[in-house]
């Protein structure tokens, strides 16, 4: 990959560039000014150096395509590069990369040799482009989870950043400092709410009448003894979580707890069935002495 300008300097003349990229040369342009010397399919690392080069010095990666060289999985489909630059650089948007320009920018981290910018920056720059609510659920609960970030760290980023597109973020920021830690949770949160239903503690440590670690479900009604996991196949998949989860079953059990599970197609598809179950076993747990148990705020 090189540009023309770096052509120029090594006195390889405008028309031969040209000549070299027509239409079955064996070079392309995939940019203004970016040529790669050879032909064929165009790697994703590529396209990111392609627009880094285009954008010129100083320029990093953000949003989507800066995540996903941190490692991220739970992020939209898109096949855009977003690159932040220098608030005075004259660049426009073109093909597939957009251009920010920014009067804020910030050190920039370097993931396998490209630069991006900190994942705070990236994720807030991402979720003020997307329209969808789960879609920032899912990435910025993976932020915060995966123990890359913390909320206070994204809402200072958030607080800092331009106003535009930040409706989102913001109700997503406010669920996981609540204790909300995925999608299925926030909308299982969403349809109690709806419903009438006392809202449970998220998240939180569970220890028995002798101080040992229960467990840590989705959701507790403490005064009740009542849990609910909200089980998600992707948790299932490994036969060692599925013997630590039956295993924490167990343990839930014969501290006198009561669970209640639910898959979260249930909570979209069935939510009158699982609200009517849920409620049952609420009034089951009511009707009887709640077990000896202390609640704790997870650790961050």
């Known amino acids: 990959m090189v540009t023309t300008r770096e052509l120029d300097r090594?006195?390889?003349?405008?028309?031969?560039?040209?000549?070299?990229?027509?239409?079955q040369g064996p070079w392309q342009r995939l940019l203004p000014g970016v040529v790669l010397t050879f032909t064929g399919p165009v790697r994703w690392v590529q396209r990111l150096t392609a627009a880094l080069r285009y954008a010129g010095a100083g320029a990093m990666l953000t949003g989507?395509?800066?995540?996903?060289?941190?490692?991220l999985r739970h992020l939209p489909v898109t096949n855009e590069v977003h690159v932040l630059v220098p608030h005075r650089?004259?660049?426009?948007?073109?093909a597939f990369v957009i251009?920010?320009?920014?009067?804020?920018?910030?050190?920039?981290?370097?993931?396998?040799?490209?630069?991006?910018?900190?994942?705070?920056?990236?994720?807030?720059?991402a979720a003020r482009r997307l329209t969808d609510l789960d879609t920032v659920r899912a990435m910025i609960a993976e932020v915060v989870q995966s123990g890359r970030s913390t909320v206070s760290a994204l809402s200072r980023e958030l607080r800092e950043g331009p106003?535009?597109?930040?409706?989102?973020?913001?109700?997503?920021?406010?669920?996981?400092?609540?204790?909300?830690?995925?999608?299925?949770?926030?909308?299982?949160?969403?349809?109690?709410?709806?419903?009438?239903?006392?809202?449970?503690?998220?998240?939180?440590?569970?220890?028995?009448?002798?101080?040992?670690?229960?467990?840590?479900?989705?959701?507790?009604?403490?005064?009740?003894?009542?849990?609910?996991?909200?089980?998600?196949?992707?948790?299932h998949l490994s036969p060692a979580e599925y013997r630590k989860t039956q295993a924490r079953h167990?343990?839930?059990?014969?501290?006198?707890?009561?669970?209640?599970?639910?898959?979260?197609?249930?909570?979209?598809?069935?939510?009158?069935?699982?609200?009517?179950?849920?409620?049952e076993t609420l009034a089951t747990a009511a009707s009887r002495p709640a077990p000896l148990i202390t609640i704790r705020p997870a650790a961050a």
Not at 113 to 120: D, K, S, T, Y
Not at 170 to 195: C, H, P
């Open 10 to 23: 090594l006195g390889v003349s405008r028309s031969t560039v040209a000549y070299r990229t027509r239409a």
């Open 64 to 71: 989507v395509s800066a995540l996903r060289r941190y490692g």
């Open 89 to 94: 650089r004259r660049r426009a948007s073109t």
């Open 99 to 125: 251009i920010e320009r920014t009067t804020r920018l910030p050190d920039h981290r370097t993931n396998d040799g490209l630069p991006c910018a900190p994942i705070e920056r990236a994720a807030m720059d």
């Open 163 to 235: 106003v535009r597109g930040t409706a989102l973020p913001r109700r997503v920021l406010r669920e996981v400092a609540d204790g909300v830690r995925s999608v299925a949770e926030a909308q299982v949160r969403t349809l109690l709410r709806q419903a009438g239903v006392p809202m449970p503690l998220w998240n939180c440590d569970v220890y028995d009448a002798q101080g040992r670690w229960l467990c840590r479900p989705d959701a507790v009604w403490p005064a009740l003894g009542v849990v609910l996991e909200i089980d998600s196949i992707e948790w």
């Open 250 to 279: 167990r343990r839930m059990t014969k501290a006198g707890l009561l669970v209640v599970h639910i898959a979260p197609s249930d909570a979209r598809d069935l939510p009158k069935a699982f609200v009517a179950e849920l409620l």
